[in-house]
C-alpha cells in the first residue's frame, strides 16, 4: 500500500503569491478565495486556514504550498 502524501493537496488550483512577501493575512486571503472559487468546501477551507494561523510566516508560506500551486 502506497502512503505517499502528495503536494500540493489541491495542484490544480494556482495562486500568484508574489508581491505579498510579508504579509501573512493577504496569502492566507488568497490562498481561501481560490479554494472558495475552485468549490472546495467550507469544512476543508476552515482546515487550511486553521493550518494556516497554526505557526508563524514561514508556516502560512509552507501550508500554502501545501494545499495550492503557489506561483
Given at each position: ?58 508556516n ?12
Amino acid at each position: 500500500m502506497n502512503t505517499t502524501i502528495k503536494y500540493p493537496k489541491y495542484p490544480e488550483i494556482e495562486v500568484q503569491l508574489s508581491g505579498e512577501d510579508g504579509n501573512a493575512m493577504a496569502i492566507m486571503a488568497r490562498v481561501s478565495a481560490a479554494l472558495r472559487r475552485a468549490g472546495v468546501s467550507r469544512e476543508e477551507r476552515d482546515a487550511y486556514y486553521s493550518e494556516s494561523t497554526s505557526g508563524d510566516y514561514d508556516n502560512v508560506l509552507a501550508t500554502a504550498m501545501r494545499w495550492v500551486t503557489v506561483d
